[in-house]
């Protein structure tokens, strides 16, 4: 994204023009506020539980610009279609251990209340359904994506389903 625009400045994106800054979402990002034209989120539903997505929209809203976007992506792990029988049983040993830890599986389908609830205005939502094959650009991201977190969870995968 930094090489397709030279002339903006990223954070946390890519190697060129961009800087790499710690800090947490769920309490206060090292910005001030009104810091951001453009916010983009991706796949964070691993990583935010249930309690802690207000918290993450507010401190996204905080640093965007008045007239800014925020961009969010995430993954329906709990609506999954057109899966065989094991990746059936992966999404569903997925789910609940997402949800063991008060993660909450299905935030794709909750985000549009939940930014609602936070103060956004002018809220545009789209679904985009992506087939984990090798037919676009996104398709291709999407199973890369897809890929490493099934590589991620094979110790736990082998524990309870061991097929």
Not at 72 to 78: E, L, R
Request: charged fraction near 25%.
């Amino acid at each position: 994204m930094a090489k397709e625009y030279p002339n903006s400045e990223f954070r946390g994106v890519d190697p060129d023009n961009c800087e790499f800054v710690i800090g947490n979402i769920t309490e206060t990002l090292p910005y001030k506020d009104d810091t951001f034209d453009f916010i983009h989120q991706r796949i964070l539903l691993v990583g935010l539980a249930n309690s802690n997505w207000d918290k993450c929209l507010k401190e996204l809203l905080r640093v965007l610009k008045s007239g800014g976007y925020i961009e969010i992506i995430d993954t329906d792990y709990k609506n999954v279609i057109n899966t065989g029988p094991l990746m059936d049983k992966m999404h569903i040993l997925l789910c609940w251990n997402l949800e063991s830890r008060d993660i909450p599986a299905g935030i794709p389908l909750q985000l549009e209340e939940r930014i609602n609830r936070t103060g956004y205005i002018n809220l545009v939502e789209t679904r985009l359904f992506l087939p984990l094959n090798h037919s676009s650009k996104a398709d291709k991201l999407m199973w890369q994506d897809y890929y490493h977190g099934v590589l991620n969870i094979r110790p736990l995968m082998v524990k309870y389903n061991p097929e």
